[in-house]
């Protein structure tokens, strides 16, 4: 089946410094991917759809100088984080839909950022 | 909005165990509803899917039906194995692909 995949799966990064999360649809191209947040014992909240060419679309609450999204090519979307604080330190989880198939999403293994 | 309230865990089971994962939505107009499973140190997978009312979604043993009267899309299994020890959550996936997910259900099935 498609596969997606994220790296890095783990980064430990100090504060103040930005980190980077790649998405990257293997054998399918995507005009649009999904990030998604995740906290312990939490479900997944969307945090911005990518789109490839244009800008990304934020869910209201969540800061787009904050979390830089680069829809770059068909199959491969970047996060990110900007001058991370430990309170960003989260589970980051992104996804692609196959532009054949509706409703249908494939997702990377997620990312789990800690800032110290 | 969109919301998916579904049955807190964890969940533990012996083996061959009957499972029922309760999960509930609301959401305005006609969503599709999904079940995603998340295996240790692995990516949400697609377990089964239902895109109108009265639709059965069904795989691995896995069955849910899309009942709109009660809202609800319960997950259930008759006979669970220790393969099946995983986070389950379900979403309901709305317009332009966007999916609300509930907060998941962990389920460990015991030998």
């Known amino acids: 089946g498609a596969v997606v995949s994220q790296h890095p799966s783990w980064v430990i990064c100090k504060s103040g410094t930005s980190v980077k999360i790649e998405c990257r649809s293997l054998?399918?191209?995507?005009?649009?991917m999904f990030w998604y947040r995740q906290f312990p014992k939490q479900s997944l909240m969307l945090m911005a759809t990518s789109n490839e060419g244009s800008k990304a679309t934020y869910e209201q609450g969540v800061e787009k100088d904050k979390f830089l999204i680069n829809h770059a090519s068909l199959t491969l979307s970047t996060l990110t984080v900007t001058s991370a604080h430990p309170e960003d330190s989260s589970f980051y989880i992104c996804?692609?839909?196959?532009?054949?198939?509706?409703?249908?999403?494939?997702f990377g293994a997620g990312t789990r950022l800690s800032v110290l | 909005g969109d919301s998916v309230t579904q049955m807190e865990g964890p969940v533990t089971l012996s083996e061959e165990a009957f499972l029922t994962i309760n999960c509930t939505y609301t959401a305005t107009g006609y969503p599709s509803l999904f079940w995603y499973v998340q295996y240790p140190g692995e990516g949400l997978q697609l377990l089964l899917k239902a895109t109108k009312a009265d639709d059965k979604g069904s795989n691995k043993g896995f069955e849910a039906t899309y009942r709109k009267e009660t809202t609800s899309f319960h997950l259930e299994k008759g006979s669970v194995q220790v393969s099946d020890s995983a986070v389950y959550f379900c979403?309901?996936?709305?317009?332009?692909?966007?999916?609300?997910f509930g907060k998941g259900t962990l389920l460990t099935v015991n030998p």
């Open positions: 996804s692609a839909p196959p532009g054949s198939t509706k409703n249908i999403q494939y």
């Open positions: 054998d399918f191209q995507a005009t649009t």
């Open positions: 979403a309901l996936g709305g317009s332009n692909y966007k999916l609300t």
